[in-house]
T-cell receptor, first 114, second 113 residues
Framework: DSGVTQTPKHLITATGQRVTLRCSPR?????VYWYQQSLDQGLQFLIQ???????AKGNILERFSAQQFPDLHSELNLSSLELGDSALYFC?????????????FGSGTQLSVL | AQSVAQPEDQVNVAEGNPLTVKCTYS??????LFWYVQYPNRGLQFLLK??????LVKGSYGFEAEFNKSQTSFHLKKPSALVSDSALYFC???????????FGRGTSLIVHP
């Protein structure tokens, strides 16, 4: 068990809808990362927060947004969903933000857009 | 830009035989290299990392990786494969100055009994 908790594990929704994915990092970790995993794109970095502040943005669509709350949990909001948004969404955490640190991954949220 | 390539989508090996999962990188500056493993229905788990020092890095579950600067490679190895090693393996790289890892597309390792 990595100590990173993601909910829900599975999410089935329709095109045009909005969903929220939740992540609780490991106790003591300040940094949260969101990744999207799909068969055609592999593991794509979306966004990173450190101690409540957005620190890095990757290939995140404008329809997607995220935030990290004072208790350090994070939420990823996906809106106006399209079929192509179907993927496995991972949250990862680390204590800080350096190149020495390994990331601890949650088990992911499998999103299916029908 | 930083990039990492895993040239093989799938590697098949018989149990007890040595295994190699390949990774090459392209970064400016010193590379910081990691290997992660993903078992079915699980998140990625850290295996090992190379930051500096000895080119042969030992990690979890008997895995090791060899850093080769001239060939810009960081191949994952294990002397004797187990069926339980069957999983998806990801190489990741940090470029100097960036603290966001870029992951390769992953290599599916299948170990046959």
């Amino acid at each position: 068990d990595s100590g990173v908790t993601q909910t829900p594990k599975h999410l089935i929704t329709a095109t045009g809808q909005r969903v929220t994915l939740r992540c609780s990092p490991r106790s003591g970790d300040l940094s949260v990362y969101w990744y999207q995993q799909s068969l055609d794109q592999g593991l794509q970095f979306l966004i990173q927060y450190y101690n409540g502040e957005e620190r890095a943005k990757g290939n995140i669509l404008e329809r997607f947004s995220a935030q990290q709350f004072p208790d350090l949990h994070s939420e990823l909001n996906l809106s106006s969903l399209e079929l192509g948004d179907s993927a496995l969404y991972f949250c990862a955490s680390s204590f800080g933000q350096s190149q020495n640190e390994k990331l601890f991954f949650g088990s992911g949220t499998q999103l299916s857009v029908l | 830009a930083q990039s990492v390539a895993q040239p093989e989508d799938q590697v098949n090996v018989a149990e007890g035989n040595p295994l190699t999962v390949k990774c090459t990188y392209s970064v400016s500056g010193n590379p910081y290299l990691f290997w992660y493993v993903q078992y079915p229905n699980r998140g990625l788990q850290f295996l090992l990392k190379y930051i500096t020092g000895d080119n042969l890095v030992k990690g979890s579950y008997g895995f090791e990786a060899e850093f080769n600067k001239s060939q810009t490679s960081f191949h994952l190895k294990k002397p004797s494969a187990l069926v339980s090693d069957s999983a998806l393996y990801f190489c990741a790289v940090f470029q100097g100055g960036s603290y966001i890892p870029t992951f390769g597309r992953g290599t599916s390792l299948i170990v046959h009994p």
